[in-house]
C-alpha cells in the first residue's frame, strides 16, 4: 500500500467550476499535510498547508483534513484555466517530519 | 531574495560513473532536503539536512549519499550510476525549524544515465 494515495486523473472541471482533489494517507500518526502544484516542466510550488483537523482557506484555495479518516483535500473555487497543473499531495511524519508525496493528480481547467 | 539554486542543470554521464549535484538553499534557510522525481514513481524523498545533520532518509540505495556545509548549501553523490536513475533531482530549502514541508523547490538537475 503506498503511503500517499491519489487518483492520477485527470480531472477535467469547466471554468469557474469548483475541483476537488483528494488524498489518502497509510500513516496515522502523520502531523503536517501540505498541497503542492507543479506545471509541467517547472518544478513544485506549495500552495497550502494544514496541521489540525478541519478547513484552511486561502484566496480560492481551501484544505480539508480529518485525521480519523486519514484525509487531506484541496478545494479550488472559481477554477481558471491557469489552475491547470498536477497537484501534489504531501504528508509529514515522524519527529522530523519526513516528506512523502503523492503521485498527484493531474487537473484539466476546460474553458 | 534569491532562490534554491541547483547546478549543474543538465548532465549526461555513462553506466557506472559517479556524479555529484550542487544545491545552494534561500539565503537563511538551513534545512535541505533532495528529492528524485521519474514518471513511474513521483517524487520521491532521499534525504534531508539540517545544520549540516542528516535528519531523514528515504529508501534509496546507499550509492545515493548527500551532505550538507556550515553556509548550509548541500551536496548529493550518486556512485556507479545505474540506467534507473535517469531521473529530474529536485533540492528543497525550508526556513522552518520543524516544518520541512513547508519547502522551495529549486529548478532540478535532469539526469540521464546513457
Known amino acids: 500500500q503506498k503511503e500517499v494515495e491519489q487518483n492520477s486523473g485527470p480531472l477535467s472541471v469547466p471554468e469557474g467550476a469548483i475541483a476537488s482533489l483528494n488524498c489518502t494517507y497509510s500513516d496515522r500518526v502523520s502531523q503536517s499535510f501540505f498541497w503542492y502544484r507543479q506545471y509541467s516542466g517547472k518544478s513544485p510550488e506549495l500552495i497550502m498547508s494544514i496541521y489540525s483537523n478541519g478547513d484552511k482557506e486561502d484566496g480560492r484555495f481551501t484544505a480539508q483534513l480529518n485525521k480519523a479518516s486519514q484525509y487531506v483535500s484541496l478545494l479550488i473555487r472559481d477554477s481558471q484555466p491557469s489552475d491547470s497543473a498536477t497537484y501534489l499531495c504531501a504528508v509529514g511524519s515522524g519527529g522530523y517530519q519526513k516528506v512523502t508525496f503523492g503521485t498527484g493528480t493531474k487537473l484539466q481547467v476546460i474553458p | 531574495k534569491a532562490g534554491v539554486t541547483q547546478t549543474p542543470r543538465y548532465l549526461i554521464k555513462t553506466r557506472g560513473q559517479q556524479v555529484t549535484l550542487s544545491c545552494s538553499p534561500i539565503s537563511g534557510h538551513r534545512s535541505v532536503s533532495w528529492y528524485q522525481q521519474t514518471p513511474g514513481q513521483g517524487l520521491q524523498f532521499l534525504f534531508e539536512?539540517?545544520?549540516?545533520?542528516?535528519?531523514n532518509k528515504g529508501n534509496f540505495p546507499g550509492r545515493f549519499s548527500g551532505r550538507q556545509f556550515s553556509n548550509s548549501r548541500s551536496e548529493m553523490n550518486v556512485s556507479t550510476l545505474e540506467l534507473g536513475d535517469s531521473a529530474l533531482y529536485l533540492c528543497?530549502?525550508?526556513?522552518?525549524?520543524?516544518?520541512?514541508?513547508?519547502?522551495?523547490f529549486g529548478p532540478g538537475t535532469r539526469l540521464t544515465v546513457t
Open positions: 528543497a530549502s525550508s526556513p522552518f525549524i520543524g516544518r520541512p514541508g513547508e519547502q522551495y
Open positions: 539536512y539540517f545544520s549540516e545533520t542528516q535528519r
